[in-house]
């Protein structure tokens, strides 16, 4: 199957990807790579969801470095997610040195390309600067020798398996955001697409532990939201009435910000009914940065329809339920990744797990704990 191979660059770069790309088509002809670009984006689209969304996709990523990339401000944004997704074996990131540039931060210690660290620019003969670079992307997607580190620490071989041992209890966890195993459900785009939306309100729902929270935060990862404001039904300290107060004689209706009210079928009737209220007003008349969430155990949606009919037509509802057994397959074996185990009866967990990722994680638990 062609592998995603992300490539990202500062406009002022752009003739010098197109040089790249001419160097690198062979791998699409040959159904080895899909070759993805800011350039593909279409009119209307949201230029840093889908950038994020190709990220969280890709394969390979390749950062085109000079020092107008590294400028960029939202350079910072991709290089952390990227490397959030090499940190748990799903990517390959590598620097790519355009232009002589000081790399320093968060890149530095990635073997880069063209070999020896030198600049394309720099180089006597651009088109064998290109061509280094793409043996080096050709050896990456067809599983490099032991020997070779593009795109890795200089510490360790480029795709020899992970020599960290992490703890089971790290690897297949069935509370909070998984580190190690995090699998996006299928309704996370639906929920990208609703939070660019703004003042529209939005209801997220579905049984306890199904990853409502979690699919939330990280939707929001890969956007630019305004200050964001939460508030808990479940808070052992924190009163919702009080923060919700406190939240609006601080401006909250005039200068906007998104608030996210967790566990809200745990929240008292009466505050639920002002959060009602204010939802409603940042649909009719709130500033455009402003957008209420909530985040509950079903039948929030219903609930709200029938205690508050104003709402009507105000907000949308995303409802995560069963996810298909493809993402459950997905989330096993990236825990067999990275506990260097295969479990002999993965199909037998995927059956089980019923579409749930908490069932999931915790069976594997179990049957990785007992070997």
């Known amino acids: 199957m062609a592998k995603l191979v992300v490539c990202l660059y500062n406009p002022r770069d752009e003739h010098l990807f197109y040089e790249l790309e001419r160097h690198l088509m062979f791998l699409e002809r040959a159904g080895e790579a899909v070759i993805w670009h800011p350039g593909h984006l279409r009119p209307g689209q949201h230029r840093q969801m889908e950038i994020g969304l190709r990220l969280e996709e890709a394969d390979v990523i390749l950062f085109l470095i000079s020092a107008d990339f590294l400028a960029l401000p939202e350079a910072q944004q991709w290089v952390s ?8 074996d799903l990517a390959v990131v590598i620097p790519v040195l355009l232009r002589p540039a000081l790399l320093i931060g968060p890149l530095d ?20 600067a290109w061509t280094s670079v793409a043996e080096g992307v050709y050896r990456v997607l067809r599983f490099a ?7 890795r620490q200089d510490s360790g071989p480029a795709l020899a398996p992970p020599t960290e041992i992490f703890p089971l209890h790290r690897i297949f966890s069935w509370t909070g955001l998984p580190p190690l195993t995090y699998v996006e459900p299928e309704q996370m785009e639906e929920i990208r697409n609703h939070l660019l939306r703004p003042r529209e309100g939005l209801v997220i729902e579905g049984p306890s532990g199904i990853g409502k929270t979690t699919a939330l935060n990280k939707a929001l990862e890969a956007l630019e939201p305004p200050r964001v404001y939460r508030l808990s039904g479940t ?38 009914h002002e959060i009602a209220n204010l939802m409603k007003f940042v649909s009719d008349e709130g500033p455009d940065q402003a957008k209420v969430t909530l985040i509950g155990v079903n039948p929030v949606g219903e609930t709200l329809l029938r205690d508050e009919p104003d709402l009507t037509g105000r907000y949308a ?30 199909d037998q967990f995927v059956e089980l797990a019923g579409g749930s990722f908490f069932i999931a994680q915790l069976l594997c638990y179990q049957a990785a704990f007992g070997e």
């Open 81 to 88: 997610l990227a490397l959030r997704r090499q940190r748990r």
């Open 109 to 128: 210690g990635l073997q880069p390309l063209p070999k020896d660290g030198r600049a394309v620019t720099s180089w006597p003969d651009r088109d064998e």
């Open 145 to 151: 020798a032991p020997d070779e580190r593009v795109g």
């Open 235 to 272: 808070h052992p300290t924190k009163n919702p009435r009080a923060a919700l107060q406190k939240l609006l004689d601080d401006g909250f209706t005039s200068t906007g910000g998104h608030l996210i009210v967790d566990d809200f079928h745990r929240v008292d009737r009466d505050t639920q």
């Open 317 to 346: 509802r995303v409802f995560m339920g069963k996810q298909g057994d493809d993402k459950i397959a997905e989330l096993i074996r990236a825990g067999e990744r990275a506990a260097h185990i295969e479990f002999a009866r993965r």
